[in-house]
């Protein structure tokens, strides 16, 4: 039985119950990685704000949090971006179009990058953690003019590992978005720089007490990007990380994204670096 049906479930009204979305488009991003497009069936384009997650569910698999990738000022399609890791997330990749997976949401916090106009913004991406923050950059892009830098440092695994390459062209040349990508590893005709995304952040051209920082990415980067912004003079409270934890319900009701007095799926994903600074080592329950 293949994990995501094109058969078209009934669409019900209690929030806890997947409204039925069909694959409109599927693109390979890498060799792991897939980007769906998803349109209601039935219902209407689902609106978010950018940093903001859904539970997607691959039916008779199983449901997982997955951020929303697409311009949130165009919510049809709805678009996530998805690494094939385990069992849900390969039926959701392998979910070919015209096939239908459930949607609950959005849940959680968002970026926030209106903060940030009138000064510098700072997004730091490592890995994965490009595509919750490629809402952001698109609403930042539509209204470049109301912030002064805008810079987004990237973080690969390897030259075959990154995501958007299309955006980031875009962003740089016609939206006065200065982008610099590293890659941890790369064969020898990659010209381009290697190392931690780390190390970008010291050369990296914004003036620390008028910017806003968002960073995603694994954890350890996200600690690591947060000391580099510290060492900066970033104020605690003007940076933002988005963190990834289990999550069952996605709506503050079964505990399993506790991280001491937060609920990560209704606190965050997003917050202040100044709220997680003393949690950042705290396993998961
Ligand atoms: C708020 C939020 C937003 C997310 N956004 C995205 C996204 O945009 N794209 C995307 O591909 N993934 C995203 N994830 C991670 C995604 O939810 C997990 O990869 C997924 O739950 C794994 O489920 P699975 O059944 O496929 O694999 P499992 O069998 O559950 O796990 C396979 C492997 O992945 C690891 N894993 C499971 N969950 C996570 C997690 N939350 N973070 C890191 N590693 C994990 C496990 O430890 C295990 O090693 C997000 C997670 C959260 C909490
Ligand atoms: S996932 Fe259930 S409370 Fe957060």
């Given amino acids: 039985m293949t994990a995501a049906t094109t058969q078209q479930p009934p669409v019900s009204r209690d929030p806890m119950v997947p409204r039925p979305f069909r694959v409109v488009a599927s693109h390979l991003d890498t060799d ?4 769906l497009s998803l349109e209601p069936m039935g219902s209407d384009p ?5 940093g903001q997650f859904t539970m997607l569910h691959a039916f008779g698999v199983g449901e ?6 697409g311009d949130p000022t165009r919510p049809d399609p709805l ?3 998805i690494r094939d890791v385990g069992n849900v997330t390969h ?3 392998s979910a070919e179009v015209g096939a239908v997976v459930g949607v609950r949401g959005p849940y959680g916090t968002g970026w926030r990058p209106g903060d940030g106009v009138g ?3 700072l997004m730091v991406a490592g890995g994965i953690g490009l595509a919750p923050l490629r809402p ?11 912030y002064d830098r805008v810079v987004l440092l990237y973080g690969a695994r390897s030259p075959a590992d990154i995501l958007f390459e299309d955006d980031l062209r875009r962003w740089a040349d016609e939206c006065r978005i200065e982008v610099a990508v590293t890659v941890d590893y790369a064969p020898p005709e990659w010209d381009g720089r290697v190392g931690p995304v780390t190390t970008l952040v010291g050369r990296a051209g914004f003036d620390p007490p008028r910017t806003l920082a968002l960073v995603c990415g694994p954890e350890i980067m996200m600690t690591l990007t947060a000391n580099a912004l510290l060492g900066r003079g970033v104020a605690p409270h003007r940076m933002r990380l988005s963190m990834e934890r289990n999550m069952k319900c996605g709506a503050g009701l079964c505990g399993h994204c506790q991280l001491r007095e937060f609920f990560l799926c209704v606190d965050g994903p997003v917050l202040p670096y100044s709220q997680l600074a ?3 080592d705290v396993r998961e329950l």
Avoid: K, N
Wanted: hydrophobic share 55%; net charge negative.
């Fill in 32 to 35: 792991d990685t897939v980007t």
């Fill in 46 to 50: 689902l609106v978010f704000a950018p």
């Fill in 64 to 69: 997982v949090p997955i951020s929303i990738c």
């Fill in 79 to 81: 678009m996530h971006t």
């Fill in 91 to 93: 039926a959701l990749v």
């Fill in 119 to 121: 000064g510098d913004l």
């Fill in 136 to 146: 952001a950059l698109l609403e930042v892009a539509s209204r470049r003019d109301e």
């Fill in 278 to 280: 003393p949690l950042l």
